[in-house]
């Protein structure tokens, strides 16, 4: 059983910065990916940055040069830096984890936390 518990989110005003930390436990595997998705109201769930165990991250275009994504990879935990905060970012951000099994692929989210922007 594989459990995501995040933490960091809050209300911030525009240009602030907020830091999110989401912990991962239970039975991993050496291959995984982590990362971030965020859905607003009414609109659908899109990908923020992502990870790969190796390292490697990948931005959606409206969060790069402000927002960044790193792991501790002993805690088994991903952050997301978030700075220059605009309105727009105001949404559900919820954490995502692949793990490559050798049986096959699974995706794992947590709970969500609400990051809200005030202008």
């Known amino acids: 059983q594989v459990q995501l518990v995040e933490s960091g989110g809050g209300l911030v005003q525009a240009g602030g910065s907020l830091r999110l930390s989401c912990a991962a436990s239970?039975?991993?595997?050496?291959?995984?990916?982590m990362g971030w998705y965020r859905q607003a109201p009414g609109k659908q769930r899109d990908l923020v940055a992502t990870i790969t165990s190796g390292g490697s991250a990948n931005y959606a275009d409206s969060v790069k040069g402000r927002f960044t994504i790193s792991t501790d990879n002993a805690k088994n935990t991903v952050y997301l830096q978030m700075n220059s905060l605009e309105p727009e970012d105001t949404a559900v951000y919820y954490c995502w984890l692949k793990i490559r099994r050798a049986w096959g692929v699974y995706d794992y989210w947590g709970q969500g936390t609400q990051v809200t922007v005030s202008s």
């Open positions: 239970g039975s991993m595997s050496s291959s995984n990916a």
